[in-house]
Each structure stands twice: as structure tokens, then as C-alpha cells.
């Protein structure tokens, strides 16, 4: 038995082990504003901190290769994101679902968010999308609507990032 081999892998084994102990205890320990049953803001943890709105993927100022779907997801602290219902009025509070605009900045608090190019609405609730782009350089801000798609204080943010042939 070659040693330098074997210690190789007792190392590799080791570290191996560690990255699985280090991402079991983020995931639990990044958990997020999820309830007990996977549910953003459940009723029994209420949201508690300052409310806002992240892409969780991609990161901002980063390239992406024009050949492969641009994946977007989205996330949020200390708020609740649901499914817009029928009738809503008033809009319920604390509650809100997310729209995507592309190739284009946040809008002003207490405005009504588009239902047109260039924004794309998720009133169904979703986190995410994929976009095939031509190369170039894009835009993209996440903004929290209301139940009526009105814009909420602080919940948008914008990233760039940069579609290249051949990465």
C-alpha cells in the first residue's frame, strides 16, 4: 500500500466530511425567514428586522455565457411573499410577491409597477426564471409589489451583469 496515497485520501475523506458538516450547518443556520413548514413568514415566526428583497443568483457584476439559460432567483428577509389574490383591498400588509425588470431601475416607493415590457410579474407567488439573452450587458431589478403591484419602501435591488459568447 502506497501511503502517500493513502494519506491522501484520509485527507481528501477528512476534508470531504468537514465541507458536508460546514453545509448542513449553513443551510440550518441560513435558513432564512422560513417557518417550520418551508413557508416564507409562517404564522408562527413572525418577520422581525428590516424587510428586503435579493438576487440570490446570479451575483451581481458577473458574466454568463450566451450559450446557457441565465438563471434569476430571488430572495427575501423579514417579509412574505404570496400568490396575488383575486380581490385584495386593501392590499394585505407585510405581504407582497415579486416583479423583474430588465434592463431597468427601481421605481419610486408607492408606485404602481408596469404590466408591460419591461417588467415581468410573479403574481403567482414564484422565486425565479430563465432567460436566454444575446451577448451584452443587462440590467436587472427586483421589486416587491403590494397585492395592487405598488412599489414598498426599500424592497428592490438592481445587479448587472454581462452575457459573453464562449465563456
Same mark, same amino acid.
Given at each position: 500500500m502506497d501511503f502517500a496515497k493513502s494519506g491522501d485520501l484520509a485527507l481528501n475523506l477528512k476534508v470531504g466530511l468537514a465541507m458536508a458538516v460546514f453545509v448542513t450547518v449553513g443551510a440550518v443556520a441560513c435558513g432564512g425567514s422560513s417557518g417550520s413548514d418551508g413557508e416564507a413568514g409562517s404564522a408562527d415566526t413572525a418577520? #422581525?428586522?428590516?424587510?428586503?428583497? *435579493?438576487?440570490?443568483?446570479?451575483?451581481?457584476? &458577473?458574466?454568463? $455565457?450566451?450559450?446557457?439559460?441565465?438563471?434569476? #432567483?430571488?430572495?427575501?428577509?423579514? *417579509?412574505?411573499?404570496?400568490?396575488?389574490?383575486? &380581490?385584495?383591498? $386593501?392590499?394585505?400588509?407585510g405581504m407582497g410577491h415579486y416583479h423583474l425588470g430588465v434592463n431597468a431601475e427601481c421605481?419610486?416607493?408607492?408606485?404602481?409597477?408596469p404590466k408591460a415590457d419591461p417588467w415581468i410579474h410573479f403574481g403567482d407567488g414564484s422565486d425565479g426564471m430563465e432567460m436566454q439573452l444575446e451577448g451584452g450587458e443587462y440590467r436587472f431589478s427586483v421589486q416587491i409589489g403590494d397585492d395592487e403591484h405598488r412599489t414598498i419602501e426599500g424592497l428592490c435591488e438592481t445587479i448587472t451583469i454581462r452575457m459573453e459568447d464562449g465563456i
Open positions: 418577520p #422581525t428586522g428590516t424587510p428586503r428583497v *435579493f438576487f440570490e443568483i446570479p451575483m451581481n457584476d &458577473t458574466d454568463h $455565457p450566451t450559450e446557457v439559460p441565465l438563471a434569476l #432567483t430571488f430572495g427575501v428577509e423579514n *417579509f412574505q411573499i404570496g400568490t396575488v389574490p383575486e &380581490t385584495a383591498s $386593501p392590499p394585505r400588509g421605481l419610486p416607493a408607492g408606485e404602481i409597477i
